[in-house]
């Protein structure tokens, strides 16, 4: 008797846990269908801007600077290989082995983070990297990380590693307001994406960690010390890129 008033006066109750749940599922559904055909969709279509790109001109509109925003589109073929090769060896040296994460690095970040508060040290791969600027906003929580996850596992899944790599080297932030190699070559060095040589693809790629406080040209001792490491990595990498090597038969 009394089990079955308490069943009656809980109804109401799991009715409406039943209501939120169900509400709860389609709402993750729905982003999960969203999220991939977005995915989906830039494998073709360059986006016009990031979210990033965005955020940075609301920070300069509020400093009272002014608006700073160079971005101009270009395919891969038209970024220096040497490019390409330098922010594998500066940024993700098993970018072309990795399916979107590199565990021992982001295990090696999270013990030196544990270790040095004020010093932080990032694990994310070009993948994540790329994921994170066109898909969200600069940040540290546990959410905005679960996203980038997710959606770097859409792009490795969906995407080429090459069209990744022209995502990554088009949209991401190399200098205060520039975005992407061809109007980083440009504000740089003066000259075209394609045009790069070497020490210059190493130059740019030595400020990709902190592009807003360093600069490519003319660099400091810093810059230029790290440049002639990223320099030493691509002698080993034999100075060229194979999208190639690690591909199965059926996707070459």
């Not at 008033?5 to 939120?20: E, V, Y």
């Not at 069209?163 to 080297?169: C, D, T, V």
Request: aromatic letters at 14%; proline letters at 4%; one cysteine or more.
């Amino acid at each position: 008797m009394i089990l079955a008033k308490l069943q009656i006066l809980l109804q109401p109750i799991m009715g409406c846990f039943r209501s939120i749940a169900v509400f709860l599922l389609k709402i993750i559904f729905i982003f999960i269908i969203v999220s991939a055909l977005s995915v989906l969709m830039f494998r073709w279509i360059h986006p016009p801007f990031t979210p990033l790109m965005v955020k940075r001109m609301i920070e300069q509109k509020i400093n009272g600077e002014e608006i700073k925003w160079k971005y101009e589109w270009v395919g891969l073929e038209k970024i220096s290989p040497k490019l390409q090769l330098a922010v594998i060896c500066s940024e993700d040296q098993k970018y072309l082995e990795h399916y979107g994460f590199d565990w021992e690095a982001i295990e090696k970040a999270f013990k030196q983070n544990q270790k040095y508060k004020k010093i932080k040290r990032g694990g994310s791969t070009i993948s994540q990297q790329t994921a994170k600027n066109l898909f969200l906003m600069d940040g540290r929580n546990y959410f905005r990380k679960a996203l980038e996850m997710w959606f770097t596992f859409l792009i490795e899944t969906l995407w080429s590693k090459e069209r990744i790599m022209e995502m990554y080297l088009n949209i991401v932030e190399m200098g205060k307001g520039i975005y992407g190699a061809e109007a980083a070559s440009m504000y740089w060095f003066k000259k075209h994406a394609h045009q790069l040589n070497k020490d210059e693809s190493a130059a740019i790629a030595a400020i990709l960690p902190s592009p807003k406080k360093y600069k490519a040209n003319p660099c400091s001792p810093y810059i230029c010390q790290r440049k002639e490491w990223i320099k030493q990595q691509m002698n080993y990498w034999g100075n060229k890129i194979d999208y190639n090597q690690y591909k199965d038969e059926d996707e070459k």
